[in-house]
T-cell receptor, first 114, second 114 residues
């Protein structure tokens, strides 16, 4: 059982480049989300989705775009990379959006913007 | 808005010492509370959870009690091991705050020495 799979694990970009971080889950979970982790700040929500075709903004959405065309996949797009987007990105999923549902996290993508 | 505050780290303990990591929260609704653990180079894993007041979550010798009167969810373990060295995150998910969205504390790094 793979759980939540993120690719790539590491990436270095130049300022202004665009890229897509991939996230896939094989648990048939309805709820998926993207977080970024920065030192001393915990994890902050970027975007989330409560089901295929439905997405919404989280706490720090600027500079990022998402789509959810299937239940399994939830890619995160950086439109024009900036050094402030250097971070570790985590994708997570849960069975539904009920507040008592634990979330399952991928291993993260470590992104550096030069 | 909702928030989570954890004690600052890093925390350094000797093997078999008693561990407490403090966590307090503010929430407008009736949140579920979680502790997640992150081992080096990995994603977050659910350690334990509690979904209502006075519930005690426990797992792998760790435990935490949901205290509504003090808005706290402190993590404890009676005897830590070197393998417990990791970063620990307290988090909440609030039914009235788009349930499913996790709000994290800043994380507490634990280092256990032999």
């Amino acid at each position: 059982n793979a759980g939540v799979t993120q690719t790539p694990k590491f990436q270095v970009l130049k300022t202004g480049q665009s890229m897509t971080l991939q996230c896939a889950q094989d648990m048939n979970h309805e709820y998926m989300s993207w977080y970024r982790q920065d030192p001393g700040m915990g994890l902050r929500l970027i975007h989330y989705s409560v089901g295929a075709g439905i997405t919404d903004q989280g706490e720090v959405p600027n500079g990022y775009n998402v789509s959810r065309s299937t239940t399994e996949d939830f890619p995160l797009r950086l439109l024009s990379a900036a050094p402030s987007q250097t971070s570790v990105y985590f994708c997570a999923s849960s069975a539904d959006r009920a507040s008592n549902q634990p979330q399952h996290f991928g291993d993260g993508t470590r992104l550096s913007i030069l | 808005g909702d928030s989570v505050t954890q004690m600052e780290g890093p925390v350094t303990l000797s093997e078999e010492a008693f561990l407490t990591i403090n966590c307090t929260y503010t929430a407008t609704g009736y949140p579920s509370l979680f502790w997640y653990v992150q081992y080096p180079g990995e994603g977050l894993q659910l350690l334990l959870k509690a979904t209502k007041a006075d519930d005690k979550g426990s797992n792998k010798g760790f435990e935490a009690t949901y205290r509504k009167e003090t808005t706290s969810f402190h993590l404890e373990k009676g005897s830590v091991q070197v393998s417990d060295s990791a970063v620990y995150f307290c988090a909440l998910s609030d039914t009235y705050n788009q349930g499913g969205k996790l709000i994290f504390g800043q994380g507490t790094e634990l280092s256990v020495k032999p």
